[in-house]
């Protein structure tokens, strides 16, 4: 099983400012990944997919690198409903496809 | 526009059984890959199984291989989750998920509103 680790847990960022999100998987998974983020009471919503590709309709701060096992979020101008939890997910061929464990981004 | 309707939470006692449902609209379900997702109060996205597109592929998370079984009418447009021997750990609101094609191994991009599934006695 391969086991993604997200840091960290929690993240301090004021407003306007930018938030870098890690998230490290136990073996290479290519570019097989996901970010989504949850609001809380509502389902998770994919942001991106394939490591860097924006899905439908996320605002074009929201930005993804990264290949193999290490990966980075970047929200470059935190707006005050960005202020949640992400995690990152892998699809790498065979499943289960796991989920990070989420980074909480709070107001600081 | 895609739509994810689940049904079918309820609180149940220990090693009782449960069935989820998924109801899709919206697009062509028969074409998609379809998973289920839970997550415990409080806790964080645990990926539960997948079935794909015409139902012959299925796999699951090792916690719930051999209880919980993935089904899916394409008929119906309805994806199940069938749940036995509930535990405990097995409290979770679950979603319903969608891939964007027919691979198995892929991000999911809609997401059904969940419901809650309470084991205790």
């Known amino acids: 099983e391969i086991v993604m680790t997200q840091s960290p847990a929690t993240l301090s960022v004021s407003p306007g400012e930018r938030a870098t999100l890690s998230c490290r998987a136990s073996?290479?998974?290519?570019?097989?990944l996901a970010w989504y983020q949850q609001k809380p009471g509502q389902a998770p919503r994919l942001l991106i997919y394939?490591?860097?590709t924006r899905a439908t309709d996320i605002p074009a701060r929201f930005s993804g690198t990264g290949s193999g096992t290490d990966f980075t979020l970047t929200i470059s101008s935190l707006q005050s409903e960005d202020f949640v939890v992400y995690y990152c997910q892998h699809y790498n061929t065979l499943p289960p496809y796991t989920f990070g464990q989420g980074t909480k981004v709070e107001i600081k | 526009q895609v739509q994810l309707v689940q049904s079918g939470g309820d609180m149940v006692q220990p090693g009782r059984s449960l069935r989820l449902s998924c109801v899709a609209s919206g697009f062509t379900f028969s074409r998609y890959a379809m998973h289920w997702v839970r997550q415990a109060p409080g806790k964080g996205l645990e990926w539960v199984a997948v079935?794909?597109?015409?139902?012959?592929?299925?796999y699951y998370e090792d916690s719930v291989k051999g209880r919980f079984i993935i089904s899916r009418d394409n008929s119906k447009n309805t994806m199940y989750l069938q749940m036995n021997s509930l535990k405990g750990e097995d409290t979770a609101v679950y979603y319903c998920?969608?891939?964007?094609?027919?691979?198995?191994?892929?991000?999911?991009?809609?997401w059904g509103q969940g419901t809650l599934v309470i084991v205790s006695s």
């Open positions: 073996q290479s998974i290519d570019s097989n």
């Open positions: 394939a490591a860097s």
């Open positions: 998920a969608r891939g964007p094609g027919i691979a198995v191994a892929d991000a999911l991009d809609n």
């Open positions: 079935i794909s597109y015409e139902g012959t592929i299925r």
